[in-house]
Each structure stands twice: as structure tokens, then as C-alpha cells.
């Protein structure tokens, strides 16, 4: 291990009794003396950072509640989000606003305040012989404090980002060490830490975590660790990586770039490493427990719709997927499968057709869907396709009671009565029981809890199906949509463990959509082209960011657009919908629109999901700078269903951000919600990794960017499946730590790993 500065002892680990060969330094002379003997205790990385010289019970609550630091490993892997280069001195000549941090050596000559209330500040008029620079505060609270703290004459070396006020060179709130205690040779890059106002209140700030992590690495550099290397030997020597506690020690305290670069890429490695092998793992163990109900035949009910009902020709795309799931489903092996497809792609019709196959099988099919509009258009749609086909379809909503849900619904679906059951989150209630569940579809599952699914996982079959001659209880088979492209490296690391699915062309007759970028000025000219289409027999869709107006906020609101365009257009029906209204009068409005009964719908982003309206050609989405790539993709998906031209018009402010007109660049260049989903994810990245529970696994990412690490995480997820194969058994020694710690990142995580 890489030693700390200001650490002025090391042992070293010789044999597998842990006994040690004590090398003392002494400022004096150099004393080599071999001794073996029993170490000290190891330090355990998961006591409580209270323990920590410097902490305390206070600081230690801070740390916990800011930072979620509450043991010596937190703390450890705490990473700084940026270095500062301090081994070299400048001279005040040789400074310019334009420099990023600098650091003088020198001496305060004098202190003045000026200024009055919120403008005053506290002057050090601060010189290193050669030039005179200002040093400035604005908190009065402090002026105090630091007059008596620094002292005039003192030599004192300052450091921070130079500005300019009135011709004159400042540093503004400058870090200041005594110049006999700073040994800039031992300075080289200092770390940042990330700290929030609260800490700062509390006398906590990056320099507080610096002294704490410095503290930590002295210890653990004077002290056997119990902690091995979960990275083996051999991978590390094949991958060319450094050892863990190099690494942390790197991250924190890198002697060179070249240090901290080896460092991130063995700490991002080993992250993202684990998530794969942990993932691959639950896959493998899927494949080889979890029996799956054999779909052994395509039957006639998918035959019939194929040759008479199919309202249009199957893309090859579509062809595939359905394919891809008939494999599956007749393997013998619980099928979990993600099927991907942009907006208007025909997930829907590839879902029912899954559907009819197992219907074919003697099964009942489930969907759920996470909103009830988004219900009833899965039943709407259903019913259409299926004409007069023998298949009976239920719809269970929250809005579905009494008698309706009692007989025809829970009766029949308890019976085997009911083929087909679509519903919301009313499906998983303890009433709702399946005669032969055999595949279970989840629409837009990011919106459903991972808990929420695993009861329809649990739950028991009241008439399990006979299999030479005994009772069976098998996993449904299930399908997750999403019409959220999802960009490679995202899909690796959520949904590492199911198998992939991609609708990636448009049904025949489709036209792309044009998207087009407005000035908020150019309203006439918007509102032209509005009257224009609505006059072809079309309707338009119009989204605002807020429902009501914002004093905090220069945006359109929904109630004065909606007003507005009732002016614009006296003679148009305009419907209005928002996640204010009741949910009745909100259906109602919707169902006006859905009929042609009104031209324009105002809305807010409840729309987004699940609305299809083939002869709406317009989306106009206001202040579209307020919107994430892929949520104004989403928007954009709801026209271009028909076989008319269709729009959408970004409107924005004239003055917008360099990133925000980078997006609206995007959007009107491609239509490609994949290529859209990869631009909006080196936008935003990752953000929060929702739903990884399920997959067994709970991590988190402290150094790795699955928006910028994407080659990083094939690589991880190859040596993954690498190891798999060699040691499917887990058992191989040069393994173990491998295993353990994969053991030990799962122990507080549920295994969902067989819901979706």
C-alpha cells in the first residue's frame, strides 16, 4: 500500500500468520530492525467515524446527515470531486483573473473594512515583496476572527482564484496556511470535497474532510488491515491494475495525474465490475433454478388473428421479437424479457400476439399498466384488434367497483373465465387471484415498485396446473416494456440480468415527424400554423411546464395559455387537462379530445405516456428548455400516429444556454429515440439508478459514470462473464475474496432477481 503524508511508519504483511517486519524511521538515524511479532489489532473499517481523532459526536451527526459518512469505510470512499495542483508558488506579478487557483507566499500588511451593510467586506492588503494584492470577505460574522487569527508580519502562504476590482488583483475568501507549517513539497495535488451549507455552518468544509481523510490513511498505514483486495491477483496483473488500497489512497492524496488516473480507472473498473458479476450471476442461477411453463405450440387463436385480424403488415423488427419470446417461452425456462421500442413502434400489438400464445397454451396473460388512461387505452386497443374474436379481455381499475368488479371480473378471472386481465396497480391486490397465470406483460415498468411486482410473483395459484399427474407452481412468464429508449450501457447495468428485445423500425406508412424550433416572439406565426392543420380536419396538443403562474418562475403556466389560446381561437374547442383535476372530470376531458369533440388539448405532462390519438398531427411544447431530451421525445411521440404529416414545435426563450440550444438541436435533427436516449444521458447522466433492487444487488456508484464509462462497463461485464465460466461453481481459492465481497455488497439487498 501506497503510504500517507505525514506517516512515519509501515508494516508490511509477510506471511500468512500475519506477522511483521517492523521498519522504523527515525529523524535522527536509520535503525533496521527485523522482529516477528503478533500485530496490533486490525482496523475495521466499519466502526463508527465518531471514532476518528478530530470527529467527535457532533461533527460525527453532521457527516451522517449531510454526507451519509457514519464509518471509517464512508469515509474512505468519499472520493474528492477535484484536484488542485499546490506544488508550485507564484509571484503577485505573475497573476491574472484568468488563472484557476493560485498561491502566493508573503506577508499581511494591513486589514481595512469597507463598504456598508450586505456590500461590506473585510481588505488584507497582503505583499510577497514584489507586489501587493487585495485578500477580501464578505462575511461580516467573521471579520472578528480572522484579524485575530492572521497576523500582520506573519509569512503565511494564500491560496484560491485570483479576481480583479477596480484595476487591483484579489483572492476572495482564501485559504491560508502558515508558511512554517505548509511543506509545498508535500502539497502536490490538494483534494476537493463536496460539502453542503449546513456543514459549513458547523465549521465542516473541504479542508475539515481533508484533515479527517489524512487522519484515517495515517491509521490505516500503521496498521495491519482485515479488509484483502476483492480484485484477484491474476485480473489485476491481466487488466493492468492497481492494487485497492493504492487506489483509495491514490484518489484521495495522487502523487502525480498520471497516480490519479490509474487510481479513478481501478476504482470505476472495480464498481462497475461487481454490478455485472452480481447481475450475470442472478441471470445464470435464473437460467439454471427457475422452471418456466412450456408454451410448446402456436395454436389457433394466434393463427387466426395472424391471417384475419392483423390490422397491418408485422415490420421484420416485430417479426423478430415475437420469435425472440416464442424461444423463450418454450424453453422450459421462466422467460424475463425487456422489449425496447420508440414511440409508435407497435409494442402493443406485439405484446397481445405474445399474449395469444399463451392463450393457445391453456394460460391466462396479465398487463399492467401504471396509469388507468394508460389502462384503458391497453383495453380500448385489445378490443379493437381482437374484433370478435373468443377472447375474453377484463379491465380492473381502481374505478371499477362493486358488483362489475365481483362477478364478471374476480369470479372470472378465479374461474380461468378471463384470457386476457389489463389493469393497474389494482391487479396486485390480495382479492385478485388467477386460475392459470402463465404470462404477466409490464407496461412502462420504471413507474411500478419493485415490491409491487414481486406480488405477482408470490402469490399463489389457487388450482396450480397438473403435470403428469402433480401439482406444479411455476413463475409466469414476463415481458417488460418500456417506450423509453434506454442507452446500452444503462440497459447493461439495470437490466443486466434479462434478456433484451429492440422493436427498432416504424410500422409501413408513417411519416417522420418534423420538429421544428420557435421563438416565444413569433406567436402569430405559430398560431398561423395552428389554424392551418386545424383546418385540414387535424387536432393539436399544447404543454406547458406549470399548471398556474410562477412569481419564482418566467415560464408559461398552463391557466393563462389556456386563456390565451381561448382568445386566439373564439371558434375552436379546447379541452384542458392537468394533474390538479379530479380524475373523472380529467377523463372526461381527455375522452372529448379522443372523439374530435374538441380541437386543442392544453395539458401538462400528464399526457406524456399512453395518450394515441392518430389524427392529432401537432405538438407544441412551451418553454421546451424546461424539458429533458427524453421527456420532450416522449411528448413528440404522441403525433405522428396517423399517415398525415405531423409536427413539433419547441418554443423557447430567445436567450437559452449554450446545452439547452444543444438539445433543441438534437430534436430537430433526429427522430431516433436511441441516439436521443445516449445524447440525453451524457447530458444529464445516469441520475438516480432506480429499480436495481431487483436484480439482487444494491450499489451505488461512487466514481463511475455510466454516461461517460461505456466502453469501461463492456469491459467489466466481459470479464464478468469470463470468471462465470471458469468458476461456475464459485469455489476456486484464488476467487474466494471475489466472492466473499460479492457476497457482501447483497446482504442488506432483497433478491428480486426473478420478477423482471
Given amino acids: 500500500m501506497s503510504s500517507c503524508r505525514g506517516s512515519r ?49 457532533q461533527r460525527a451527526k453532521l457527516l451522517e446527515s449531510e454526507l451519509n459518512i457514519i464509518t471509517f469505510r464512508d469515509l474512505l470512499y468519499y472520493f474528492p470531486y477535484k484536484h488542485i495542483d499546490r506544488s508550485r508558488l507564484y509571484y503577485v506579478h505573475e497573476l491574472t483573473p484568468e488563472m484557476p487557483f493560485v498561491q502566493v507566499k508573503g506577508e499581511i500588511l494591513s486589514f481595512e473594512e469597507e463598504g456598508q451593510g450586505r456590500k461590506r467586506r473585510l481588505i488584507a492588503h497582503f505583499t510577497d515583496g514584489m507586489g501587493l494584492i487585495d485578500l477580501v470577505w464578505f462575511q461580516a460574522g467573521t471579520f472578528r476572527w480572522i484579524k485575530k487569527s492572521y497576523l500582520i508580519g506573519k509569512q503565511y502562504i494564500v491560496f484560491g482564484r485570483p479576481g480583479v476590482f477596480k484595476d487591483r488583483i484579489n483572492i476572495p475568501h482564501p485559504d491560508i496556511d502558515s508558511a512554517d507549517s505548509l511543506q509545498l513539497g508535500t502539497m502536490g495535488l490538494q483534494p476537493y470535497y463536496n460539502t453542503t451549507e449546513r ?76 454490478i455485472q458479476l452480481g447481475l450475470l450471476r442472478f441471470a445464470r442461477l435464473r437460467q439454471q433454478q427457475v422452471s418456466g411453463y412450456v408454451f410448446a405450440h402456436v395454436g389457433e387463436r394466434f ?59 391453456g394460460y391466462q396473460a396479465c398487463l399492467m399498466a401504471p396509469t388507468e388512461i394508460l389502462a384503458e387505452q391497453h383495453y380500448a386497443t385489445f378490443k379493437e384488434f381482437l374484433g370478435d374474436m373468443p377472447v375474453r379481455v377484463e379491465l380492473l381499475t381502481g374505478s371499477v367497483k362493486g358488483k362489475r368488479r365481483r362477478e364478471p371480473i374476480l369470479k372470472g378471472t378465479r374461474a380461468g373465465e378471463v384470457d386476457i386481465l389489463i389493469g393497474t396497480h389494482a391487479v396486485l391486490e390480495d382479492t ?25 410473483w408470490k402469490r399463489p395459484a389457487p388450482n396450480p396446473s397438473c403435470q403428469g399427474g402433480e401439482a406444479v407452481e411455476r413463475p409466469p412468464h414476463v415481458l417488460v416494456m418500456t417506450a423509453t429508449p434506454i442507452p446500452r450501457t444503462l440497459a447493461m447495468t439495470l437490466y443486466g440480468d434479462l434478456d433484451v428485445s429492440v422493436i427498432d423500425e416504424l410500422p409501413p406508412g408513417r411519416k417522420p415527424i418534423e420538429t421544428r424550433h420557435f421563438w416565444e416572439e413569433r406567436t402569430e406565426s405559430l398560431y398561423r400554423g395552428i389554424r392551418t392543420e386545424i383546418s385540414k380536419g387535424r387536432q393539436v396538443y399544447v404543454v406547458y411546464p406549470l399548471i398556474k403562474e410562477s412569481e419564482k418562475m418566467d415560464i408559461q403556466d398552463l391557466e393563462n395559455g389556456y386563456a390565451d389560446l381561448c382568445h386566439a381561437f373564439p371558434d375552436l374547442r379546447i379541452s384542458k387537462v392537468h394533474g390538479q383535476m379530479k380524475s373523472a372530470e380529467k377523463d372526461d376531458e381527455m375522452d372529448r379530445f379522443v372523439r374530435g369533440e374538441t380541437q386543442i388539448l392544453v395539458a401538462t405532462t400528464v399526457i406524456e405516456v399512453g395518450v394515441n390519438v392518430p389524427n392529432a398531427s401537432v405538438m407544441v411544447i412551451q418553454n421546451a428548455e424546461r424539458f429533458g431530451l427524453a421527456q420532450l421525445h416522449q411528448l413528440r411521440g404522441r403525433v405522428g400516429r396517423g399517415a398525415e404529416q405531423s409536427y413539433c414545435i419547441l418554443v423557447t426563450k430567445y436567450q437559452i444556454s449554450p446545452e439547452t440550444k444543444k438539445r433543441i438541436e438534437i430534436m430537430c435533427e433526429t427522430n ?80 428480486w432477481s426473478n420478477i423482471s
Avoid at 385478485?432 to 405477482?456: M, P, S, T, W, Y
Fill in 9 to 57: 511508519n509501515f508494516y508490511y504483511l509477510c506471511n500468512a500468520n500475519h506477522e511483521t517486519i517492523s521498519l522504523q524511521l527515525s529523524s535522527f538515524n536509520y535503525k533496521l530492525s527485523s522482529t516477528y511479532r503478533t500485530p496490533k489489532k486490525a482496523i475495521d473499517l466499519s466502526t463508527p467515524i465518531t471514532y476518528l481523532p478530530g470527529v467527535g459526536p
Fill in 432 to 456: 385478485v387471484a388467477f386460475n392459470r397465470l402463465g404470462l404477466v406483460v409490464i407496461d412502462e415498468q420504471h413507474r411500478f415498485g419493485v415490491a409491487q411486482r414481486a406480488k405477482l
Fill in 303 to 361: 393463427n387466426t388473428f395472424y391471417r384475419d385480424y392483423l390490422p397491418f403488415e408485422l415490420t421484420n423488427a416485430q417479426k423478430r421479437v415475437i420469435r425472440e419470446m416464442r424461444h423463450d417461452m418454450g424453453s422450459g425456462k421462466q422467460m424475463n424479457r425487456l422489449l425496447q421500442g420508440d414511440v409508435g413502434s407497435g409494442k402493443t400489438l406485439v405484446a397481445l400476439m405474445t399474449m395469444l400464445i399463451a392463450l393457445d397454451n
Fill in 672 to 751: 431516433d429515440g436511441f441516439e436521443i436516449a445516449e445524447a440525453d444521458l451524457k447530458f444529464r447522466g445516469p441520475g438516480d439508478l432506480e429499480g436495481t433492487q431487483q436484480s439482487g444487488m444494491a450499489f451505488d456508484l461512487h466514481i463511475a459514470n455510466l454516461a461517460r464509462d461505456g466502453q469501461l462497463v463492456q469491459l467489466a461485464r466481459d470479464t464478468a462473464n469470463h470468471i462465470l465460466d471458469e468458476d461456475p461453481q464459485q469455489c476456486k481459492p484464488e476467487y474466494a475474496s471475489m466472492w466473499q465481497h460479492l457476497r457482501d455488497l447483497g446482504k442488506s439487498a432483497i433478491d
Fill in 199 to 274: 456543514m459549513k455552518k458547523g465549521g465542516l468544509n473541504s479542508r475539515s474532510i481533508e484533515r479527517f481523510t489524512g487522519t484515517l490513511f495515517e491509521r490505516l498505514s500503521a496498521l495491519p488491515l482485515n479488509d484483502p483486495d476483492p480484485l484477484p491477483a491474476a485480473l489485476r496483473q491481466q487488466l493492468n491494475l492497481i492494487p485497492l488500497w493504492q487506489s483509495l489512497h491514490d484518489l484521495h492524496y495522487p502523487p502525480s495525474a498520471e497516480a490519479l488516473r490509474r487510481a479513478t480507472y481501478r476504482q470505476k473498473f472495480e464498481e462497475l465490475f461487481f
